[in-house]
Nanobody
């Protein structure tokens, strides 16, 4: 079982920055990935950014150049640095951790942290 605890959300003006953190505890294989998804009111949850245990990253087109995902493997923590925030970035941000064992994908989710960007 994997537990994820997020922190760092809040209210910020457009153009501002926030840094989200997600600390993972529990047992995961060495090959895994962690990421951030978000869900705005009335919209589906979408991937924002993901980083693999090997250091590969991918981002949603809407955040490329503004958000940066990074990880501290020693602390089992993943970060999302969000710059140049826009009102459209307002959402609940969820941390996700996952891995594959044989053909099965296991996913774990944090409780979510609210990010609100005012215009």
């Amino acid at each position: 079982q994997v537990q994820l605890v997020e922190s760092g959300g809040g209210l910020v003006q457009a153009g501002g920055s926030l840094r989200l953190s997600c600390a993972a505890s529990g047992s995961m294989p060495s090959t895994n990935d962690m990421g951030w998804h978000r869900q705005a009111p009335g919209k589906q949850r979408e991937l924002v950014a993901r980083i693999t245990s090997g250091g590969s990253t991918n981002y949603a087109d809407s955040v490329k150049g503004r958000f940066t995902i990074s990880s501290d493997n020693a602390k089992n923590t993943v970060y999302l640095q969000m710059n140049s925030l826009k009102p459209d970035d307002t959402a609940v941000y969820y941390c996700n951790a996952g891995y594959r064992r044989n053909i099965v994908r296991y996913d774990y989710w944090g409780q979510g942290t609210q990010v609100t960007v005012s215009s």
